[in-house]
């Protein structure tokens, strides 16, 4: 992508139509559900509502770790969508629960980019829920080329 490139995709309007594109360019994407709260440049805010596919049924019920991985490692794509126009590979993730997320409950992930290099990008994610309990942290390596 050339600098020019990436300069077109920095109005709100054609960042939010670059995420939208990508978010739904997947059925996977399309089946969690995520929405679109904010996205403003190498920052993104979407919102999780929570689905009885998404829980474990045990003794406490829970919202699935892999759903919440899935969320978080999106929303860091989403973060680099809103710089370059496209998603990017995910080499690496590193997602720390710090308590489970409630069933009842929807969840908010938000992403930033922390770097962008010509060949990695890393992105920081934080999962709350809608009391603003921090339910997982997560940082993300992408390829940027």
């Given amino acids: 992508m050339t600098r020019a490139d990436a300069r077109d995709h920095g109005s709100e309007p054609t960042r939010i139509a670059a995420v939208e594109s990508v978010l739904h360019s997947s ?12 996205a403003d440049d190498g920052e993104v805010i979407l ?10 049924n045990g003794a406490p ?12 490692d999106l929303a860091g794509d989403l973060a680099f969508v809103t710089r370059t126009g496209t998603g990017r590979p995910t080499v690496d993730i590193r ?9 009842d409950v929807d969840l908010r992930v938000a992403a930033r980019i922390v770097r ?9 994610i934080h999962v709350h829920d809608t009391f603003q309990r921090e339910i997982a942290l997560a940082r993300a390596l992408y390829a940027m080329s």
């Avoid at 019920?61 to 978080?72: D, F, K, N, P």
């Avoid at 962008?116 to 920081?124: I, M, N, S």
Wanted: no cysteine.
């Fill in 47 to 56: 919102h999780l509502s929570v689905r009885p596919e998404h829980v474990v």
């Fill in 61 to 72: 019920s829970y919202v699935h770790g892999g759903i919440i991985a899935a969320a978080a």
């Fill in 27 to 38: 059925a996977f994407h399309r089946w969690l559900g995520l929405e679109i709260v904010r």
């Fill in 95 to 103: 997602v720390d629960y710090l308590r489970p997320a409630n069933p």
């Fill in 116 to 124: 962008q290099g010509g060949r990695f990008g890393v992105a920081d």
